[in-house]
Nanobody, 115 residues
Framework: QVQVVESGGGLVQPGGSLRLSCAAS????????MAWYRQAPGKQRELVAD???????NYADSVKGRFTISRDNAKNTAYLQMNSLKPEDTAVYYC?????????WGQGTQVTVSS
């Protein structure tokens, strides 16, 4: 049974920070790719950041310099550190685990950036 569990979302003021966590089980975590996506109401889901099993990272242009994706293989957990948050970052954030050419998704966590 593969499980992907996200946490860390919430309400934050513009300029603030949040750290999202994604804990995975039922896979060989160290051999998996991890990614964060987000989807705002009425908009398409978009890739925010990803990290390979080898630790290589990629970011959407809209978050470069503000967000950092990382992984802790000992904890089977990936993270998304979000700094300098903007209202346009408001969305449901989803974690995706890629293992043996199959993708597994978390339930999503709401991030709201507002005064």
């Amino acid at each position: 049974q593969v499980q992907v569990v996200e946490s860390g979302g919430g309400l934050v003021q513009p300029g603030g920070s949040l750290r999202l966590s994604c804990a995975a089980s039922g896979i060989i975590f160290s051999g998996s790719g991890m990614a964060w996506y987000r989807q705002a109401p009425g908009k398409q889901r978009e890739l925010v950041a990803d990290i390979t099993s080898g630790g290589r990272t990629n970011y959407a242009d809209s978050v470069k310099g503000r967000f950092t994706i990382s992984r802790d293989n000992a904890k089977n957990t990936a993270y998304l550190q979000m700094n300098s948050l903007k209202p346009e970052d408001t969305a449901v954030y989803y974690c995706k685990v890629s293992w043996l050419r199959h993708d597994y998704w978390g339930q999503g966590t709401q991030v709201t950036v507002s005064s």
